[in-house]
T-cell receptor
Framework: AQKVTQAQTEISVVEKEDVTLDCVYETRDTTYYLFWYKQPPSGELVFLIRRNSFDEQNEISGRYSWNFQKSTSSFNFTITASQVVDSAVYFCALSEERDTGRRALTFGSGTRLQVQP | GAGVSQSPSNKVTEKGKDVELRCDPISGHTALYWYRQSLGQGLEFLIYFQGNSAPDKSGLPSDRFSAERTGGSVSTLTIQRTQQEDSAVYLC??????????FGPGTRLTVT
């Protein structure tokens, strides 16, 4: 069975600090997809990034970067120079192929990030 | 363009009553998912629709839960004889390629 672990329940940083959110996953499939979602206080889940299991290139998007390492089954997320608006709960998620084509997401428990001004 | 919409945004119901939650996916998205977010269980998959295929109901927690999707668009999640443990935020997501899923704002259900 697939599983996603986000060991950090809550992180508090001061604005402009860099912060890394950890994500470790388990799956028996060779083809799978990893995601990060942001859930701000408003509650709506916002898609941030998707990575395929066969593409281990790291990705940078502005202040956000993602480090995907299959050897350690990790998909970590770093926010550089954090801002108050980054305060949210961040979820890491995994999806696998199913015969039905279903790619339902298995979510981690989330990491609450608080950025203090 | 318009995102995923859900209604109602909040629903308070008495234990034992039936409730219907509605999801309007992004136009053209063929895949639709329902999830539930609760304090104790986190975010969990409930049901999946893809086009005109039979839905994947493997995540439904009991036979009190059912869902349908009419015309490949709007979906309704029905919970019969609600129980207090059904209290949660019910999230709908839609997807074009079944890769990235785009979520609606959710329906917060409170069973008293």
């Amino acid at each position: 069975a697939q599983k996603v672990t986000q060991a950090q329940t809550e992180i508090s940083v001061v604005e402009k600090e860099d912060v890394t959110l950890d994500c470790v996953y388990e799956t028996r499939d060779t083809t799978y997809y990893l995601f990060w979602y942001k859930q701000p206080p408003s509650g709506e889940l916002v898609f941030l990034i998707r990575r395929n299991s066969f593409d281990e290139q790291n990705e940078i998007s502005g202040r956000y970067s993602w480090n995907f390492q299959k050897s350690t089954s990790s998909f970590n997320f770093t926010i550089t120079a954090s801002q108050v608006v980054d305060s949210a709960v961040y979820f890491c998620a995994l999806s696998e192929e199913r015969d039905t084509g279903r790619r339902a997401l298995t979510f981690g428990s989330g990491t609450r990030l608080q950025v203090q001004p | 363009g318009a995102g995923v919409s859900q209604s109602p945004s909040n629903k308070v119901t008495e234990k034992g009553k039936d409730v219907e939650l509605r999801c309007d996916p992004i136009s053209g998205h063929t895949a639709l998912y329902w999830y539930r977010q609760s304090l104790g269980q986190g975010l969990e998959f409930l049901i999946y629709f893809q086009g005109n295929s039979a839905p994947d109901k493997s995540g439904l927690p009991s036979d009190r839960f059912s869902a349908e999707r009419t015309g490949g668009s709007v979906s309704t999640l029905t919970i019969q004889r609600t129980q207090q443990e059904d209290s949660a935020v019910y999230l709908c997501a839609s997807s074009l390629t079944t890769y990235e899923q785009y979520f609606g704002p959710g329906t917060r259900l409170t069973v008293t």
